[in-house]
C-alpha cells in the first residue's frame, strides 16, 4: 500500500482498472463464430467421457444398489411372511391347547360336583335311615305308652266317676254300674 501525504496527485497516483496489453475482439467468447468448432468437438469429447464414466461405473454402482434393495425388500417379505405364518400356526395350537385345557376344566368340575353329590345324597340316605329308625321306635314307644294310659284312663275314669257320684250324692255307687257307665262313654 502506498502512503499518501500529501504527495502528488494526478493520473499517475490513481488506480488504474484497466489492464495493459490486452485486446477485446468484442463479444462472449462461447458465442464467437471462430471458436465453435473446437467447442463442438470437446462437447463431444466430454459427453462420450461422461456417457462412459456413467455407464461404466456410476449406473452399475446405481443399479446394484437397486438390486440389493428390491432383494432385501423381498427378503424381509419372505421372513414376515413366514414369521406371520408362524405365529397364526402358534396361536391356533395355544387356542386348541387353551379349548382343551377348559374342557378338561369343566370336566373334572364335573366329575367333582358329581361325585360330592353323590356323597351328600349318601349322607342324606343314611340320615334318613337313621330318622326313619328313630322315628319307628319313637312311634311305638308313643304307641306303647298310649296303650298304657288308655288303659290307665279306663280305670282312673271309674275311680273320677265313682268319687264324684260319692260326692253329689252321699252313697258309694256299686263298681259295676261305674264301670258299666265308663265303657259306655268311652265308646262313645
Known amino acids: 500500500m502506498a502512503e499518501s501525504h500529501g504527495g502528488a496527485k494526478g493520473p499517475a497516483a490513481g488506480a488504474h482498472t484497466e489492464a495493459d496489453g490486452g485486446h477485446h475482439s468484442g463479444g462472449f467468447p462461447p458465442f464467437e463464430s471462430s471458436t465453435f468448432a473446437s467447442q463442438l468437438v470437446s462437447l463431444a469429447i466430454f459427453f462420450v467421457l461422461l456417457y462412459v464414466i456413467v455407464s461404466k461405473l456410476a449406473l452399475p454402482k446405481v443399479g446394484g444398489a437397486i438390486e440389493a434393495r428390491q432383494n432385501k425388500i423381498e427378503g424381509d417379505l419372505t421372513e414376515a411372511q413366514k414369521l406371520k405364518d408362524q405365529s397364526e400356526a402358534a396361536l391356533k395350537a395355544y387356542e386348541g391347547e387353551l379349548a382343551s385345557a377348559r374342557s378338561r376344566a369343566q370336566a373334572i368340575g364335573n366329575e367333582s360336583r358329581d361325585k360330592a353329590n353323590a356323597q351328600a ?53 256299686d263298681a259295676a254300674s261305674v264301670n258299666a257307665a265308663v265303657d259306655a262313654s268311652l265308646k262313645g
Open 121 to 173: 345324597d349318601a349322607e342324606r340316605k343314611a340320615l334318613e335311615e337313621q330318622l326313619a329308625a328313630k322315628l319307628a321306635e319313637a312311634e311305638k314307644t308313643i304307641a306303647s305308652t298310649r296303650t298304657t294310659a288308655m288303659s290307665n284312663v279306663r280305670g282312673i275314669a271309674a275311680d273320677a266317676a265313682g268319687q264324684i257320684v260319692q260326692q253329689l250324692t252321699g252313697v258309694v255307687p
